[in-house]
């Protein structure tokens, strides 16, 4: 039990390692924000497809290394969820890191991948949209269109936080561990806790539509306009 809890301190702690802060600092770019938006925008693909990279290897390696150790299947996936807190709230950056997308991923294509597969379909429809604005923008050279992107996507965000609720019934349909499965359902449910809560207080503030924001960040990760 003590171990269990250790290893899952380690992984939460490695989930909130941070190296897109480091990366950020590195090229010289700015630490607020989307991290990841960041590197892609300011130090270009290579080294925003390494953070992301990085960030997806935390979630696999969290789960490998609890196999490889011979840890019982409830505890791998509460140390794989824990990674995928600490690059939500990092005690390096004031509990404010980023939205966990990326590190469980890592976490649930290592413990069910063909579940994970059927489950991002949604997102990659998502992720082919972005890529198709990107294409059909004119009066850009290639290089200026990936590095500065086409803006914000709807379908991108939309197409995530459907692939992340039909994870676990997908896991359950293939027959996968109900480990698996409740490990799943909460993923998915600090996913969205995560995509609310974000930069709320700024809404509070700014006295918006508490209906309207929580709606957009729920379907669209990101608050109003």
Aim: net charge positive; charged share 15%.
């Amino acid at each position: 039990m003590l171990t269990d809890i250790a290893l899952i301190i380690v992984f939460y702690f490695l989930g909130a390692f941070p190296h897109l802060y480091l990366m950020c600092k590195l090229h010289g770019l700015s630490t607020k924000g989307d991290l990841h938006m960041n590197l892609w925008q300011g130090a270009g693909p290579f080294w925003g497809i390494t953070g992301v990279m990085i960030d997806v290897f935390k979630g696999i390696a969290a789960i490998l290394i609890c196999y490889a150790i011979g840890l019982d299947l409830w505890a791998t996936v509460a140390c794989g969820l824990a990674a995928v807190a600490g690059q939500m709230w990092p005690v390096f950056s004031k509990f404010d890191g980023e939205k966990g997308n990326t590190v469980g991923l890592g976490m649930a294509v290592t413990l069910a991948y063909l579940a994970t597969f059927i489950a991002l379909i949604p997102a990659l429809v998502g992720l082919i949209s972005k890529l198709v604005k990107l294409l059909r923008l004119k009066g850009q050279t290639t290089r200026t269109r990936f590095t500065k992107g086409a803006g914000t996507s709807d379908i991108l965000p939309i197409g995530v936080a459907i692939a992340f609720f039909i994870l676990p019934f997908a896991a359950w349909l293939l027959g996968e561990p109900i480990e698996i499965v409740i490990g799943f359902i909460i993923l998915f449910i600090i996913i969205m806790i995560r995509r609310l809560t974000q930069g709320l207080t700024e809404d509070i503030k700014a006295k918006r539509k508490m209906g309207r924001v929580l709606l957009n960040r729920f379907l669209l990760d990101r608050s109003i306009k």
